[in-house]
């Protein structure tokens, strides 16, 4: 079993900056892409940012320049750097990543439960 825990959400006022981090525990044989997700409310879920476990990135074109995205292997953990926070960046980000649990298994594909960033303006 995995678990993907993110914290670093809160509240912070247009303009600022949040740090999200999400650590994965369990049985992890590797992590292959790492993403950020988020949902506002009424809204779907849309892919913020992405990472291989190479290192490579990409990003929506609404936090382009703001949002960086980076992991730490060793950790197995993946952060979201968000700066000059917006208003219609309020939404709750999740965590997802492809796990390998064993060595010649197939990657599966685990969710965290979300963490609350709301930007006042």
């Known amino acids: 079993q995995v678990q993907l825990v993110e914290s670093g959400g809160g509240l912070v006022q247009a303009g600022g900056s949040l740090r999200l981090s999400c650590a994965a525990s369990?049985?992890?044989?590797?992590?292959?892409?790492m993403d950020w997700y988020r949902q506002a409310p009424g809204k779907q879920r849309e892919l913020v940012a992405h990472?291989?476990?190479?290192?490579?990135?990409n990003y929506a074109d609404s936090v382009k320049g703001r949002f960086s995205i980076s992991r730490d292997n060793a950790k197995n953990t993946v952060y979201l750097q968000m700066n000059s926070l917006k208003p219609e960046d309020t939404a709750v980000y999740y965590c997802?990543?492809?796990?390998?649990?064993?060595?010649?298994?197939?990657?599966?594909?685990?969710w965290g439960q979300g963490t609350q960033v709301t930007v006042s303006s």
């Open positions: 369990g049985r992890i044989f590797s992590i292959n892409d």
């Open positions: 997802n990543a492809d796990v390998v649990t064993r060595s010649y298994y197939s990657p599966k594909n685990y």
């Open positions: 990472i291989t476990s190479g290192g490579s990135t």
